[in-house]
Antibody
Framework: QVQLVQSGAEVKKPGASVKVSCEAPGNTFISHYVHWVRQAPGEGLEWMGVINASDGKREYAQKFQGRVTMTRDTPPRTVYMELSSLRSEDTAIYFC??????????WGQGTLVTVTS | EIVLTQSPGTLSLSLGERATLSCEASQSVSSSSLAWYQQRPGQAPRLLIHGASNRTTGIPDRFSGSGSGTDFTLTISRLEPEDFAVYFCHHYGRLPATFGRGTKVEIK
């Protein structure tokens, strides 16, 4: 069973950056894509981007271009999502999700990022 | 970017009733790349259906998906207490991937 474990909740000031990690204990992400999805309070799911954990190639949603960076360790046991220039609208739960044969069957537990002055 | 429009926003139904949830894409989507997720409060989304109509392992057969092109449907044949949740459609075949805004299935 694939389990994804994310880093803990963060509180940040506007303008700061946050880096969230996503680990697959006992496994690696090799040969897989890891997506990042966020959910603002009471809202729906918002796709942020994806990283190919094997070669590090990534693609970001246009909305986050220039502010988001997705990286991974080598070998890819942990992937990271860093979001910069935080504003209050970035307050959300951030999820990592690994691909499977189809769709996104494996999700982390979510990391709450609160942006407040 | 493909926009997915889900309707209705909220569905109020009783236990045992049938739920029909719609997902309309702004342009044609490959059926192999359309998924449905269930999200209960405080939990991560759970993959129910992939490839428009294929149930993920362990998902009860009261859940079924159908559709092609721009119109997709998730049907729950007889609502159980644990089915009251929010459901999202998702396309993942072509980037950027997108999600619908969700349909909340609530107890009437």
């Amino acid at each position: 069973q694939v389990q994804l474990v994310q880093s803990g909740a963060e509180v940040k000031k506007p303008g700061a950056s946050v880096k969230v990690s996503c680990e697959a204990p006992g496994n690696t992400f090799i040969s897989h894509y890891v997506h990042w999805v966020r959910q603002a309070p009471g809202e729906g799911l918002e796709w942020m981007g994806v990283i190919n954990a094997s070669d590090g190639k990534r693609e970001y949603a246009q909305k986050f271009q220039g502010r988001v960076t997705m990286t991974r360790d080598t070998p890819p046991r942990t992937v990271y999502m860093e979001l910069s220039s935080l504003r209050s609208e970035d307050t959300a739960i951030y999820f990592c999700a690994r691909d499977g044969p189809a769709g996104l069957p494996y999700w982390g537990q979510g990391t709450l990022v609160t942006v407040t002055s | 970017e493909i926009v997915l429009t889900q309707s209705p926003g909220t569905l109020s139904l009783s236990l045992g009733e049938r739920a029909t949830l719609s997902c309309e894409a702004s342009q044609s989507v490959s059926s192999s790349s359309l998924a449905w997720y269930q999200q209960r409060p405080g939990q991560a989304p759970r993959l129910l259906i992939h490839g428009a109509s294929n149930r993920t392992t362990g998902i009860p057969d009261r859940f079924s998906g159908s559709g092609s092109g721009t119109d997709f449907t998730l049907t729950i044949s007889r609502l159980e207490p644990e089915d009251f949740a929010v459901y999202f459609c998702h396309h993942y075949g072509r980037l950027p991937a997108t999600f619908g805004r969700g349909t909340k299935v609530e107890i009437k």
